[in-house]
């Protein structure tokens, strides 16, 4: 079973940055992505960003410019690098990752708040 172990959340000012980490463990299996989800209160859960294998990146609209998904291969480790943060970042952000062992599977971390707030 696959873990999945966040850190990096906190409190920042408004225009701040928080670096999130998420690092994978267990039968992970081939790796097709992973990525971070974020879910404020009273709203959907949304995909911030995604890295495939092959290493493409793709980022929700109101994240672009601001925030860089990257990959440790051979830590199973993802990164968020969130920079000029605003208040409406203020969210849990989850990071998952999707593999592969037999079929395809997604497992989840345990979620990690970040508050943007003067």
């Known amino acids: 079973q696959v873990q999945l172990v966040e850190s990096g959340g906190g409190l920042v000012q408004p225009g701040g940055s928080l670096r999130l980490s998420c690092a994978a463990s267990?039968?992970?299996?081939?790796?097709?992505?992973m990525g971070w989800y974020r879910q404020a209160p009273g709203k959907q859960r949304e995909l911030v960003a995604e890295?495939?294998?092959?290493?493409?990146?793709n980022y929700v609209d109101s994240v672009k410019g601001r925030f860089t998904i990257s990959r440790d291969n051979a830590k199973n480790t993802v990164f968020l690098q969130m920079n000029s943060l605003k208040p409406e970042d203020t969210a849990v952000y989850y990071c998952?990752?999707?593999?592969?062992?037999?079929?395809?599977?997604?497992?989840w971390g345990q979620g990690t708040q970040v508050t943007v707030s003067s």
């Open positions: 890295i495939t294998s092959p290493g493409s990146t």
């Open positions: 998952y990752i999707e593999s592969w062992l037999g079929r395809v599977s997604r497992s």
């Open positions: 267990g039968g992970i299996g081939i790796i097709n992505a």
